[in-house]
C-alpha cells in the first residue's frame, strides 16, 4: 500500500510560480512511475505530467509543456511538479498518483492504482 500526501498548492498571480510536492509512503517509490493530474470545477481530471522511476524519463501535456517541470527525489520519496508562467486556466485541484512497481509511465488516468488528496492551485488574473 503508498500513502501520497500533496503539499505546496496556493494562491497566486498570474506569471507566477508554484512547487507542488508529493510526499510517498513505503519503501518501493523508485520503482514506480508517478504523475500529476489535475480537476478544474466542472471539468474533468486531466493529465499533467508524468516520470519514470528512475526519473530519466517525463511526459507532459501539451497545455503545460515548457512552463512546468516534473522531477523526482528517490532518496525523499518525493516527486515535485515546478509550475512557472502560471495562467488561470492553471486553476484546479492537483493530485498525485503512483504506479504499481515497474509499470512505465502513463498519461491515462485510469492506469494509476494511488492517489493522493489533492492540493488546490488557484491562480488570479
Known amino acids: 500500500q503508498v500513502q501520497l500526501v500533496e503539499s505546496g498548492g496556493g494562491l497566486v498571480q498570474a506569471g507566477g510560480s508554484l512547487r507542488l510536492s508529493c510526499a510517498a509512503s513505503?519503501?518501493?517509490?523508485?520503482?514506480?512511475?508517478m504523475g500529476w493530474f489535475r480537476q478544474a470545477p466542472g471539468k474533468e481530471r486531466e493529465f499533467v505530467a508524468a516520470i519514470s522511476g528512475s526519473g530519466g524519463t517525463t511526459y507532459y501535456a501539451d497545455a503545460v509543456k515548457g512552463r512546468f517541470t516534473i522531477s523526482r527525489d528517490n532518496a525523499k520519496n518525493t516527486v515535485y511538479l515546478q509550475m512557472n508562467s502560471l495562467k488561470p486556466e492553471d486553476t484546479a485541484v492537483y493530485y498525485c498518483a503512483a504506479r504499481n512497481s515497474y509499470y512505465s509511465m502513463s498519461y491515462y488516468l485510469r492506469e494509476y492504482d494511488y492517489w493522493g488528496q489533492g492540493t488546490q492551485v488557484t491562480v488570479s488574473s
Open positions: 513505503g519503501r518501493t517509490f523508485s520503482s514506480r512511475a
